[in-house]
C-alpha cells in the first residue's frame, strides 16, 4: 500500500490549521475546565496503553478536538494530535463520524477521510495479524441542561460556529468530557471484514453510541409541575380512587380532588437544574472543607447501565443526612443524572425543603396506613417517574442506622417498584445497591444517646446551622457501586409468569408479589454489604474494641490491622468490597489524626486506647465493617474455646451458627459453598501462623496467641446474644415470642452492664428480632412459636460453649433470680 501524504490522514496538518489550532488553545485554556470521565480511564476502561490508540468523535469540531487534547494530557493518555505511526505508515490518531453543523446548514455524512482513515485501519489489520488498534469514543458536552417537556427541538445537539462559542461562555467550566469502553479493531477486522460498508457500519455505530451518551449525561426532559399534576389527577388509578372517596365520605368529587392535587404538592419534585449545576460549585468546596478525599468505586458499571437506556434505582444504605447530597454529588461528576430522591417528610422543613424539593427530593409520609388516597396519588407518582425515565433514589433501610450495621430493608418503596413494572415499562429497571461509608459521621454522637433513651430531636433550621458550625476535616469518604440487580431477569427466573399480571392501566398486586420483594430485599441489602469500603478508621475500631481493655501498644495495633488487610486481600469476601492500599503503620498514623484516641507514652513506647465515651462511638464504625470478618472470627473464636479441632468438626459448628449470622449481617454465602469458604479462612489463618494444621486438625498456635484472640473476640458480642435467647428457650419451651424478645433484651442489659460491654446494638430489640425470625425459618421454633426441644438444646449446648464461664455464670444468675420472683 503507497505512503499515505498531503492530507489530514498524515503527521503533518497544514500550516493554517496548526496556526487555528494554537490560537483556538489560548482562550479555551482560559474559558473551559474540563470534567473528565472516568477520570482514571486507563484502570476503568481496561486500556492497554502500549497498543495503538485512535479517538473518534461525533463530529467535526476543532473546539472538541482541543478539549480532548487538553483532557487526555490530563489523564495520560497520547495526545490526539500527534500521529499515528504502523509500520512505515503515519495516520491521524482521531477521526470524525459526521462534518456535523454549520451556519449554512448541518451534514451528518459520514467524511471521505474519515471512511479512507476506517477502511485503512482496517486493512492493516488484514495485513499484521498482531496488530489490535483501540478505538476510543469521546464525547464532549457544553452543559447538560435537560430542557422542559414543552420544547419540542433537542436539547442536546450539534452547536455551529457561534452556538459553541456561546456555549463556551455559558458552560466552560461545566464541560464534560466523556472516554467510552474501546472498540477493538481487531475484532471489527476478524469478525465483520474490512470493506467499505464495514467502515459505515461502524461510524452508524458510533453515532448511535453517542446519541445514548447525551441521553444518559442529560437524562430525559423535565415536566411542566402543574402538566404532571394534571396528567396524574387524568390518571384511571386516581380518577376511581376520588369517586370512589367522594362518596364514601359524602363530599364533592371537586373536594377530594382538591385533597389529591395537594398531595402532589406535598410529594412531587421540582427539579431544577440550575440549582444541580451551582449545587455541584458549593458541594465541592464542603467536600474539601469536610473530607480529606472520596473513594468512588465501580460508577463504570452505571453509567453503562444508563446508556444501555436502563431504568436505575439507586438504593444506598443510610448511614447520614451527607448521604443524600453526596450520592447526587458524586454521580452528577461521574456524568450521570441526579436522581429523583425519596426523602422522609420530617426534611420538608424550610429553608431545607424547597432546596431539597428542587435537588430531585420527593416527600414520603412515614406511613400510608388508613389514607388510600394518599397511597395511590403517591403510587401514581412513582410509576410516572419510571415510565419518563427519571433515575430514582430511595433508602430502603427506612431511615438512618444508629448502630451501623445495615437494617434489615422496609420493602414498601420495592414493593411500588415492581408494581411500576407492572404497568408494562418499555425499560428494563435495574437496581443499583450503594454501599456509602465514612471515617466521621457527624451524627454519631446523636445516635449514641438515641439508643441509651435519649428522645430523638426533630429535624430543623437549627440543628442545619448547629452542624454547619461543627464543619472540619472528617478524613475519607466511600462511594461504591455494588453489583447491580436487573429487576425483570430477577422477575423471569422467580416468576416465569409475571408477564401475565402486566396492566397498564390499574396493576393488581399478584399473590406473589410479597414473597418476592422479601427476597429481594435480602438480596438488595446483601449487595449493599458486598460492597463494603474497610478504612483507617473502621480497621481500628475493629481492633482496638476487640482488647479487653480497649487498648493495645502501637506495635500489637498495626500488627492487627496488617493480619486484617492479609485476610481482606488473600480470604476476600468479596470481589465488591474495596480496601486500603496504604500499609498498617499508615493507617494507624492516619486514624490517628482523626483525634478520637488517647495516646499515651511510656519507657517501652505507645498504647494507644479509647476511652469509655469513644469505646461507645466506635462501635459504630466497627459495625460498618463486621460483616467482612464475622466468619474468619467465629473460626478463630471456635479454636480458641476448643484449642483443638478436626476439620470437621469446625465445619458441623460454622453450619449451624451461620443462618444466624447471615440473617443478622447479610452475609453472601450459601449454604453449599460454606466449605469452600472455611477452608480458605483456615488456610489463610494458618499462612499467617495463627492457627496450626496437622493433616485435618486445626489448634491454635500459641505463640501468636495475641492477634488470634484479638480476631475471635470480633465475634463473641453476638455470640453472647444468641446465648441468652437460647439459654431462655430451653428454659421455657412455651415461651411467648414477644415475651422472649422482650426478655432476651432485658437480660442483654444487665449483662451489659455487670460485664463493660458498650456496644449499643447488645440490646437493641430489634437484632434479638431477627434472632427469633431465623430460629423459626430454621426450624427451631414451631408453628406456635414454641421451641423444637432437641434442637433448641443441641445448639444451646453449642453455644454455650463458645462463651466465657463468667458470662454463663451471669446469665444463669439473672434467670435463677427471675424464677425465684
Not at 114 to 133: A, G, N, P
Not at 627 to 643: D, G, K, R, T, Y
Not at 749 to 756: D, E, I, K, V
Request: glycine share 4%.
Amino acid at each position: 500500500m503507497p505512503r499515505i501524504k498531503n492530507s489530514r490522514l498524515v503527521k503533518d496538518m497544514s500550516s493554517w490549521q496548526k496556526i487555528y489550532q494554537k490560537l483556538l488553545n489560548l482562550p479555551l485554556s482560559v474559558l473551559v475546565k474540563t470534567n473528565s470521565i472516568p477520570s482514571d480511564p486507563i484502570k476503568d476502561l481496561e486500556l492497554d496503553i502500549e497498543r495503538p490508540i485512535v479517538y473518534i468523535l461525533p463530529f467535526r469540531s476543532n473546539t472538541d478536538l482541543m478539549t480532548l487534547r487538553s483532557s487526555t494530557q490530563e489523564l495520560g493518555l497520547p495526545d490526539p494530535l500527534t500521529p499515528l505511526e504502523i509500520g512505515d505508515q503515519t495516520f491521524s490518531r482521531y477521526v470524525f463520524v459526521a462534518n456535523g453543523p454549520s451556519i449554512f446548514g448541518t451534514d451528518r455524512e459520514l467524511p471521505k477521510e474519515s471512511l479512507q482513515l476506517f477502511t485503512s485501519l482496517l486493512e492493516q489489520h488484514k495485513q499484521d495479524s498482531e496488530l489490535d488498534i483501540q478505538l476510543i469514543p469521546a464525547s464532549i458536552l457544553w452543559g447538560r441542561k435537560p430542557g422542559k417537556e414543552s420544547h419540542r427541538g433537542p436539547v442536546l445537539r450539534p452547536l455551529n460556529g457561534p452556538e459553541k462559542f456561546t456555549a463556551i461562555l455559558g458552560h466552560g467550566r461545566d464541560c464534560l468530557v466523556r472516554l467510552s469502553t474501546p472498540v477493538s479493531l481487531r475484532y471489527m477486522a476478524e469478525n465483520h471484514g474490512t470493506d467499505d460498508a464495514i467502515a459505515q457500519k461502524l461510524a452508524r455505530v458510533a453515532k448511535i453510541h453517542f446519541s445514548r451518551q447525551q441521553i444518559a449525561a442529560s437524562g430525559p426532559r423535565l415536566p411542566d409541575r402543574q402538566a404532571l399534576f394534571k396528567r396524574l389527577l387524568a390518571s384511571k388509578a386516581i380518577e376511581k380512587v376520588v369517586r370512589e372517596e367522594a362518596e364514601s365520605r359524602d363530599i364533592p368529587v371537586e373536594k377530594v380532588r382538591k385533597e389529591a392535587i395537594d398531595m402532589m404538592e406535598e410529594i412531587a419534585a421540582n427539579f431544577s437544574y440550575s440549582l444541580i449545576k451551582n449545587a455541584e460549585r458549593f458541594l465541592g468546596w464542603l467536600w474539601n472543607k469536610l473530607y480529606q478525599g472520596l473513594n468512588i468505586h465501580n460508577a463504570q458499571r452505571v453509567r453503562k447501565l444508563a446508556q444501555d437506556g436502563h431504568e436505575i434505582v439507586y438504593v444506598p444504605c443510610h448511614r447520614s443526612h451527607m448521604d443524600y447530597l453526596l450520592l447526587s454529588y458524586v454521580l452528577y461528576k461521574e456524568g450521570l443524572v441526579p436522581p429523583h430522591i425519596a426523602a422522609g417528610i420530617n426534611l420538608n422543613f424550610f429553608p431545607a425543603g424547597p432546596i431539597f424539593r428542587r435537588g430531585g427530593g420527593f416527600f414520603i409520609r412515614r406511613s400510608f396506613k388508613g389514607n388510600r388516597l394518599y397511597s395511590t396519588v403517591f403510587r401514581e407518582y412513582l410509576a410516572e417517574l419510571f415510565a419518563k425515565g427519571y433515575s430514582v433514589e430511595y433508602f430502603s433501610e427506612g431511615g438512618r442506622s444508629r448502630t451501623g450495621r445495615l437494617l434489615p430493608a422496609k420493602t414498601g418503596m420495592l414493593s411500588m417498584t415492581i408494581q411500576a413494572m407492572l404497568r408494562g415499562l418499555n425499560r428494563p429497571v435495574t437496581l443499583v445497591p450503594v454501599y456509602i461509608g465514612y471515617e466521621h459521621v457527624m451524627e454519631v454522637a446523636t445516635y449514641a444517646k438515641e439508643l441509651q433513651g435519649k428522645r430523638k430531636e426533630k429535624e430543623n433550621l437549627g440543628q442545619i446551622l448547629r452542624t454547619l458550625r461543627k464543619l472540619r476535616n472528617f478524613g475519607q469518604g466511600y462511594v461504591n457501586f455494588g453489583e447491580p440487580i436487573p429487576l425483570n431477569q430477577y422477575l423471569n427466573d422467580n416468576v416465569p409468569t409475571w408477564h401475565d399480571d402486566i396492566n397498564p392501566i390499574e396493576p393488581q398486586k399478584p399473590s406473589w408479589l410479597n414473597p418476592v420483594v422479601n427476597d429481594l430485599a435480602v438480596k438488595m441489602m446483601t449487595h449493599i454489604n458486598n460492597a463494603a469500603a474497610t478504612n483507617a478508621l473502621t480497621l481500628c475500631a475493629l481492633a482496638l474494641l476487640s482488647s479487653r481493655q480497649r487498648a493495645l501498644s502501637r506495635e500489637e495495633l498495626e500488627q492487627q490491622i496488617d493480619s486484617y488487610l492479609q485476610i481482606l486481600r488473600n480470604a476476600s469476601y468479596s470481589s465488591q468490597c474495596t480496601m486500603p492500599d496504604d500499609d498498617a503503620k499508615t493507617l494507624v498514623e492516619h486514624a490517628l489524626e482523626m483525634d478520637k484516641f488517647i495516646v499515651e507514652r511510656d519507657g517501652l513506647g505507645e498504647v494507644i486506647s479509647l476511652d469509655r465515651q469513644q469505646s461507645i462511638l466506635m462501635t459504630y464504625y466497627r459495625n460498618n465493617i463486621i460483616h467482612l470478618f464475622a466468619l474468619p472470627s467465629l473460626i478463630a473464636h471456635i479454636i480458641v474455646q476448643h484449642q483443638s479441632l478436626s476439620k470437621d468438626k469446625i465445619y458441623e459448628q460454622v453450619q449451624l451458627l451461620y443462618p444466624f449470622l447471615k440473617a443478622e449481617l447479610f452475609l453472601r454465602f450459601e449454604k453449599d459453598e460454606l466449605n469452600a469458604v472455611i477452608d480458605s479462612i483456615i488456610s489463610e489463618l494458618v499462612r499467617q501462623r495463627l492457627l496450626l494444621s496437622d493433616g485435618d486438625i486445626i489448634s491454635m498456635n500459641n505463640a501468636r496467641i495475641g492477634p488470634l484472640q484479638l480476631l475471635a473476640r470480633t465475634i463473641t458480642e453476638t455470640l453472647q446474644r444468641y446465648t441468652i435467647t437460647l439459654t431462655l428457650l430451653h428454659a421455657d419451651p412455651q415461651m411467648m415470642k414477644s415475651d422472649l424478645e422482650q426478655q432476651s433484651q432485658m437480660m442483654a442489659q444487665r449483662l451489659s452492664r455487670l460485664h463493660g460491654i458498650n456496644a449499643p446494638e447488645f440490646f437493641d430489640k430489634g437484632v434479638f428480632a431477627i434472632l427469633v425470625k431465623t430460629l423459626r425459618k430454621e426450624g427451631y421454633l414451631n408453628d406456635e412459636c414454641h421451641a423444637v426441644s432437641r434442637q433448641v438444646e443441641n445448639l444451646a449446648d453449642q453455644l454455650t460453649a463458645l462463651v466465657s464461664p463468667e458470662v454463663k455464670l451471669t446469665i444463669q444468675a439473672v434467670m435463677n433470680r427471675d424464677e425465684k420472683a
